[in-house]
């Protein structure tokens, strides 16, 4: 697949067939993304990656975790108060995932449902997880957020759908155990991975993006 049509092709899909991934793609994919550039070279990422048995010990996990009221916020994943236009863009794209759900607007409902579709992988059969060492800087959180790119975008290039999920954070508590990841390191998002289903409506969401202009300051 051109780039250009990866980039463009690439949505956070929601809905997923329980069709299975090969085992080889998911580790074609991470061969190809530790390419990715990273300041002074340092590749922070730490990856793990989730099928079978071992994905369905943490769906459950994370579920009794977020039925319990166990779910914690180790960091913002907004800043406080978050502002225009900011604040807009953000209700705005939950507004289509709730209506996607049939929901007119944010219920309490519907944010259970979404909170339970998220720690089910969106039924995709491939769940990742990124962690970073507890002691990097922004920098090396932006090193990530390139990697994930990445992974989305060679994801396209094989067919495959992804959505980047930064609510995996909120069980880093219990995911952490299950992967032998040692207690410190950060669970910055987890990814979901696999064929779209493409009948249903979570699986074709279309969030809007701001003209070049609106951020572009061009200088001559
Ligand atoms: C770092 C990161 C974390 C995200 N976390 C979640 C998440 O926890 N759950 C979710 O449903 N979507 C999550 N998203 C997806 C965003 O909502 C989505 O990228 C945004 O609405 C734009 O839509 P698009 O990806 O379909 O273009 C995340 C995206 C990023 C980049």
Same mark, same amino acid.
């Given at each position: 697949?051109?780039?250009? *049509? @990866? ?9 997923? !067939?329980?069709?299975? =991934? ?10 190809? @993304? #530790? %390419? ?16 079978? *048995?071992?994905? @369905? #010990?943490?769906?459950? &996990? ?7 009221? *166990? !779910? ?9 108060? /978050?502002?225009?236009?900011? #604040? !807009?863009?953000?209700?705005?794209? +939950?507004?289509?995932?709730?209506? &996607?759900? +049939?929901? !007119?607007? #944010? ?7 979404? @909170? ?27 090193? /990530?957020? /390139? ?5 989305? %975008? %060679? $994801? ?6 992804? $959505? ?10 219990? =995911?952490?155990?299950? /992967?032998?990841?040692? *207690?410190?390191? =950060?669970?910055v998002a987890g990814m979901s991975v696999g064929f779209a289903d493409e009948d249903d409506p979570l699986a074709k969401l279309q969030t809007d993006r701001a003209d070049v202009d609106s951020f572009t300051t061009f200088h001559d």
């Amino acid at each position: 697949m051109e780039l250009t *049509e @990866a980039i463009k092709s690439r949505r956070s899909v929601r809905a997923f !067939t329980d069709r299975t =991934v090969p085992a080889e793609w998911v580790r074609d994919i991470l061969d190809h @993304a #530790r %390419l990715s550039a990273s300041g002074g070279n340092l590749q922070p990422w730490r990856v793990h990656v989730v099928t079978g *048995e071992t994905r @369905a #010990r943490i769906v459950a &996990a994370a579920l009794r975790a977020h039925e319990a009221g *166990e !779910t914690r916020n180790p960091f913002p994943v907004y800043p406080p108060g /978050l502002w225009e236009p900011y #604040r !807009t863009r953000r209700r705005d794209a +939950g507004t289509l995932r709730f209506q &996607a759900l +049939g929901e !007119t607007g #944010r219920t309490a409902e519907g944010t259970d449902h979404m @909170a339970r579709l998220n720690y089910g992988f969106f039924g995709a059969p491939v769940g990742l997880f990124f962690f970073l060492e507890p002691r990097m800087e922004p920098s090396q959180w932006t090193d /990530l957020g /390139l990697f994930l790119q990445n992974v989305m %975008l %060679l $994801c396209r290039d094989r067919g495959l759908s992804s $959505c980047p999920q930064a609510v995996w954070s909120t069980v880093s508590h219990v =995911v952490r155990p299950i /992967l032998g990841e040692p *207690e410190a390191n =950060v669970l910055v998002a987890g990814m979901s991975v696999g064929f779209a289903d493409e009948d249903d409506p979570l699986a074709k969401l279309q969030t809007d993006r701001a003209d070049v202009d609106s951020f572009t300051t061009f200088h001559d």
